[in-house]
């Protein structure tokens, strides 16, 4: 007996390399389930023939060396609550690496041991949040890199003092004063512009009766022009008169926000650089990308599953 291996056949011997690379295809915006019954085959063979096309995209795209680099975070299981690092290369604007136990220095530093130390050093610039683990461990691996805070985050810190405000504000009030902020948290976090007749007609009248509130939302609405700036100088002229215009205000949520600022100055000013201009955008949005994956799955069990799902989403159809 001899067993001979055929190029043009699937791992699973039953199945051409060209059905594989179809059911693929289609689990690419389909789940597993609705491929199975379409094409009347068990559950777990339409997975493993999925799993065979993501590798094949994966081995396609080779070894990344990346220059600029984004990291984040994503949640996996509920009970408890764990996370996993995904690090994007931001050039290319697709996922590099999945992977960690946590979101610890060590977590992180197995992306660096993984990445090795010669293309580590070829990082010149690093997107991240405000987590204290991911500036550690890249300012070790790769200290040529600059540390550039991600927009978005930022802002979600901001839009949240702002929410304090506007909490602190209902329970200050009584009867008839609290009908104005009752229901109207997303009409204050979006920006005007993105707010239909009826939210523009709801925010003036919010503002106009209450002016706490007013002076908190035109805080957290200049505040965005700080990344309009191409000088370090004048964005910090202008973050300097923004929180001056703190005082006597009585909002606290406000000043916090304005010390943490103030700790991670240089991960911000970074971006007024015109080299460190990047799509900020793409990790906000592919975090998004994770989770209508993990919501059309119910929640994938398999992780080794869920990593070539992340791998190759952005990636080419083959």
């Known amino acids: ?5 055929l190029d043009f056949l699937a791992d699973n011997p039953l199945y051409t390399k060209r059905f594989s690379f179809y059911v693929g295809r289609r689990c690419r915006n389909e789940t597993v389930k609705d491929v199975a019954r379409d094409l009347h085959l068990d559950w777990h063979a339409v997975k493993e023939l999925d799993k065979q096309y993501m590798r094949a995209q994966l081995a396609r795209v080779g070894t990344p060396a990346p220059k600029v680099i984004g990291i984040d975070e994503i949640s996996v299981g509920r009970k408890p609550v764990t996370f996993r690092i995904v690090v994007s290369d931001l050039i290319r604007r697709r996922p590099i690496w999945f992977g960690g136990q ?3 220095e060590v977590s992180m530093a197995e992306f ?8 580590s050093a070829g990082i010149r610039l690093a997107v991240m949040d405000m987590w204290k683990p991911f ?3 890249t300012t070790d691996k790769a200290p040529q890199a600059a540390i550039l805070y991600d927009k978005f985050h930022v802002i979600r810190h901001l839009n949240d003092a702002l929410d304090k405000v506007r909490r602190t504000e209902y329970a200050r009030l009584t009867g008839n004063n609290r009908r104005f902020i009752k229901g109207q948290k997303y009409t204050l ?6 707010l239909s007749m009826n939210g523009r007609r709801s925010l003036k009248i919010l503002l106009a ?3 706490r509130l007013n002076t908190a939302y035109l805080l957290k609405e200049s505040f965005g022009q700080l990344w309009d700036y191409q000088s370090e100088v004048w964005a910090r002229k202008f973050f300097e008169h923004w929180r001056a215009s703190l005082k006597w205000q009585r909002l606290k949520p406000f000043e916090k926000f304005a010390e943490m600022i103030d700790r991670h100055w240089d991960g911000i000013a970074s971006y007024c650089k015109p080299e460190n201009k990047v799509a900020l955008g793409f990790v906000e949005g592919f975090n998004n990308k994770i989770r209508v994956i993990q919501r059309r799955s119910y929640g994938l069990r398999d992780e080794e599953y869920l990593r070539l799902k992340v791998m190759t989403c952005m990636l080419p159809i083959l």
């Open 135 to 137: 500036y550690t461990v």
């Open 102 to 104: 946590d979101r610890t």
């Open 1 to 5: 007996m001899k067993r001979e291996r």
């Open 209 to 211: 009766a209450n002016k």
């Open 189 to 194: 976090l979006s920006h005007r512009e993105n």
């Open 112 to 119: 660096y041991d993984w990445l090795g130390p010669k293309k």
